[in-house]
């Protein structure tokens, strides 16, 4: 089975998540859709180190740093869910485009790309006021589509009590906690990943 990584929202640490799983796994890494630069593959390839990983082109590239349905307008692309192709049929980590609801188009979004993809679902949820709120929000929509989920992901300061009513409303396990880091190399993900290992299945 494939992983899918998605988030509560942008910038909550998809890529430094999808970069662990990616070196744990020793697979594969592929982004279906990037929306500007800096590219995220990119990013995943320089921190992983595990020699069995293999990076693949992005499914697409749009130029406009946006919403992938606005920036696909801008660039003249039209983006559908069938149009995407796995780039293996090897096991991968595939990184998501912000959240589940971020539209690719006019009638899809992006949690529409999940199930094309043979994929389980890795939910990284980063941990600021109101947080409790966008991650529960995100796990309603996952129970609703019925899509299959390993766990979750918490990114940034620990907040016991946040995770701990997460983790119960959702009835999801812990995979990791993953602290603000200061400094974020090759290393560092071997060390999570060793940490993440301990809780996969």
Same mark, same amino acid.
């Given at each position: 089975m494939n992983h899918f990584v998605t988030a509560i929202g942008t910038d909550s640490g998809k890529t430094l998540v999808s970069a662990i799983i990616t070196e744990m796994l020793g697979c594969g890494y592929w982004k279906p859709i990037q929306a500007g630069e800096p590219r995220d593959t990119a990013a995943v390839e320089s921190l992983v180190s595990n020699p069995d990983c293999e990076f693949f082109p992005e499914g697409i590239f749009l130029q406009t740093p946006a919403s992938p349905h606005y920036s696909a307008q801008v660039d003249g692309v039209h983006l559908s869910a069938e149009k995407f192709e796995l780039p293996s049929k090897n096991e991968l980590v595939i990184e998501g485009a912000g959240g589940l609801l971020v539209p690719i188009n006019d009638h899809e979004v992006i949690a529409d790309l999940i199930p094309k993809f043979n994929a389980e679902v890795?939910?990284?949820?980063?941990?600021?006021?109101?947080?409790?709120?966008? @991650?529960?929000? @995100?796990?309603?929509?996952?129970?609703?589509?019925?899509?299959?989920?390993?766990?979750?992901?918490?990114?940034?300061k620990s907040n016991p009590a946040s995770e701990k009513i997460i983790l119960k409303k959702s009835g999801y396990r812990c995979l990791l906690k993953l602290p603000r880091l200061e400094i974020v190399n090759e290393e560092v993900m071997k060390l999570y990943a060793e940490k993440l290992k301990e809780n996969w299945k």
């Open positions: 890795i939910l990284v949820a980063d941990l600021y006021l109101g947080s409790i709120n966008h @991650t529960l929000l @995100t796990i309603e929509e996952l129970k609703r589509r019925k899509l299959p989920v390993n766990g979750i992901v918490f990114n940034g």
